[in-house]
């Protein structure tokens, strides 16, 4: 072997050592210490105000409209989307017809005022009835905003902290793309305070799946009642 064969021979040995998994590139000790997993998080923007009501009565007045106008008014971006929570001082066990009357106002109001959509309002009720307060009724308009982890940036050697691939960044550019691809964050808001989903039974699925592929699905039975002539 001559000279030029050993050097050649030493140089594509130390090329190899270089390009193991195990080897120790200089920027090792680069990583930041923030990893994952990573997710995106949801927050609320609320603005609230005590809506008043004579005694007796369902019809909101002067000062209440402008309340209501003022909480709408606040919220100068449509985007994302307005939600309203109408929160009673009484307890559900003690809901009168006074106090549905006065509800009903409020969305009527909400839906004129800010175009609110019925389905963007939720009515919440006390544990127990606030004798105190029998007549106001608390109005809260909320936005929700998906905020994205920071991301720190791409600093790694790839397949060398941990297999399989435990490089600490994998995922966070995909949680901050979810966070700002939503239309309305409140959905994420929802699901992450929902209880967990239990166990799906996935056997019974297939089974109706496989039912409707082959056209095997039966019919709806409806039962008919005879009356008497």
Same mark, same amino acid.
């Given at each position: ?24 590139? $200089? ?5 930041? *210490? ?32 402008? =309340?209501? @106008? ?9 985007? $994302? ?78 397949? *060398? ?14 949680? =901050? ?43 709806? @039975?409806?039962? =008919?009642?005879?009356?008497? =002539?």
């Amino acid at each position: 072997m001559n000279k030029y064969t050993t050097i050649s021979v030493a140089a594509l040995a130390a090329l190899l050592v270089g390009c193991t998994e195990w080897g120790n590139p $200089p920027f090792r000790n680069a990583i930041p *210490t923030t990893s994952g997993p990573w997710k995106a998080d949801v927050e609320r923007l609320s603005d609230e105000d005590d809506i008043k009501f004579a005694s007796g009565s369902g019809k909101i007045n002067n000062a209440g409209i402008a =309340k209501l @106008k003022g909480l709408v008014g606040r919220k100068t971006t449509p985007k $994302p989307p307005v939600h309203a929570r109408i929160i009673t001082h009484t307890a559900r066990g003690d809901m009168h017809n006074l106090t549905k009357q006065r509800i009903a106002t409020i969305i009527r109001c909400l839906k004129k005022l800010g175009d609110i959509c019925p389905n963007m309002i939720e009515v919440f009720y006390a544990e127990q009835t606030d004798t105190e307060r029998k007549n106001t009724i608390t109005v809260s308009l909320d936005q929700y905003r998906a905020v994205g982890p920071q991301c720190p940036g791409w600093n790694e050697y790839m397949n *060398t902290y941990g297999m399989p691939e435990g490089e600490a960044h994998f995922g966070c550019t995909y949680a =901050k793309n979810e966070g700002a691809m939503l239309h309305d964050p409140y959905d994420m808001y929802k699901e992450r305070r929902s209880p967990a989903i239990g166990q799906a039974d996935g056997e019974r699925q297939n089974l109706a799946i496989s039912r409707y592929r082959k056209g095997k699905e039966e019919p709806l @039975k409806i039962e =008919k009642v005879e009356t008497g =002539k």
